[in-house]
């Protein structure tokens, strides 16, 4: 049971990329889904949550306007589309649930997968 980001990359400021969070052993659908990031020596911090139904969407101040999360439940996996990416968005990002229909927090996750990793560079 976990989930698995993935997508990560090197790409110029300016760019985009687009990551996914696959769930296996379980179906997502019920279930709020959050993108955190972590930068090496800094506390790891939200990025955004998508609800259950996909119908409400919170974004932090950092990447709202740039950042789009989506999620296909028929493929139990949800999206985090970045455009108009800085330097300061390098980081290893992950998808995370507390199984619960609210946004997951640091504290709430018990489990963190892998993460991936975007580096933002010329």
């Known amino acids: 049971v976990q989930l698995q980001a993935s997508g990560g990359g090197l790409v110029q400021p300016g760019g985009s990329l687009r990551l996914s969070c696959a769930a296996s052993g379980f179906t997502l659908d019920r279930f709020a889904i959050g993108w955190f990031r972590q930068v090496p020596g800094k506390e790891r911090e ?8 996909g119908d409400s969407t919170v974004y932090a101040s950092s990447v709202k306007g740039r950042f789009t999360i989506s999620r296909d ?20 990002y992950y998808c995370a649930t ?14 963190w ?10």
């Open 46 to 53: 939200g990025v955004s949550c998508i609800s259950s139904n």
């Open 73 to 92: 439940n028929a493929k139990n996996t949800v999206y985090l589309q970045m455009k108009s990416l800085k330097p300061e968005d390098t980081a290893v």
């Open 98 to 111: 507390d199984y619960t229909r609210r946004c997951p927090t640091r504290d709430s996750v018990d489990y």
């Open 113 to 122: 997968g892998e993460g991936t990793l975007v580096t933002v560079s010329s």
